[in-house]
T-cell receptor
Framework: GAGVSQSPRYKVAKRGQDVALRCDPI?????LFWYQQALGQGPEFLTY????????KSGLPSDRFFAERPEGSVSTLKIQRTQQEDSAVYLC??????????FGPGTRLTVL | AQSVTQLGSHVSVSEGALVLLRCNYS??????LFWYVQYPNQGLQLLLK??????LVKGINGFEAEFKKSETSFHLTKPSAHMSDAAEYFC????????????FGAGTRLAVHP
């Protein structure tokens, strides 16, 4: 079956622009996670959804970051007024409840 | 709080040699431990995981890891390296209960040379 997909794979934004990153989880997976991976670092947790409910957003670095999953399937991570420090790979993962997380290929965001 | 330390950001081995990637964790509750591999421009792929039970865990591609509670370690090994093993490896920890948010180490880049 299909794995986790993310789009776009690459995004270049000028500083100050808004961006939206999409994640399509594995069908039927209740849990969805967003992670941020800076260059040369391990992924860091951003936020967690259980179905459509955002249960944890403790990792979002600022109020410029916003995530949603309105129908409990596809999720979008939005970054407003992008800054250079937002440049990173954004990874999405999905799982059955409390089971192994399966990761998408990521979106590489470069802010100029 | 939980954390992961991976000793050695870069490891280089010869093809056919033993691979040993080190991971130490900190956790106040019984941990679940994972090793993921990341190939260039790809997402993370699960190699193996420890939850409960047998402390020696076998994964894909000939890798295995041993959970040692007394040493708070979960080192990854493979008896004989292959060129295709060259990648970035991440150790991660989570805990029973909650929703299994993963805490990752900084990663170890494995190079395999002929």
């Amino acid at each position: 079956g299909a794995g986790v997909s993310q789009s776009p794979r690459y995004k270049v934004a000028k500083r100050g622009q808004d961006v939206a990153l999409r994640c399509d989880p594995i069908s039927g997976h209740v849990s969805l996670f967003w992670y941020q991976q800076a260059l040369g670092q391990g992924p860091e947790f951003l936020t967690y959804f259980q179905n459509e409910a955002q249960l944890d957003k403790s990792g979002l670095p600022s109020d410029r970051f916003f995530a949603e999953r309105p129908e409990g399937s596809v999720s979008t991570l939005k970054i407003q007024r992008t800054q250079q420090e937002d440049s990173a790979v954004y990874l999405c993962a999905s799982s059955s409840l409390r089971d192994t997380q399966y990761f998408g290929p990521g979106t590489r965001l470069t802010v100029l | 709080a939980q954390s992961v330390t991976q000793l050695g950001s870069h490891v280089s081995v010869s093809e056919g040699a033993l691979v040993l990637l080190r991971c130490n964790y900190s956790s106040s509750v019984p941990p679940y431990l994972f090793w993921y591999v990341q190939y260039p421009n790809q997402g993370l792929q699960l190699l193996l995981k420890y939850t409960t039970g047998a402390t020696l865990v076998k994964g894909i591609n000939g890798f295995e890891a041993e959970f040692k509670k007394s040493e708070t370690s979960f080192h990854l090994t493979k008896p004989s390296a292959h060129m295709s093993d060259a990648a970035e490896y991440f150790c991660a920890v989570t805990s029973l209960g909650g929703y299994n948010k993963l805490i990752f180490g900084a990663g170890t880049r494995l190079a395999v040379h002929p």
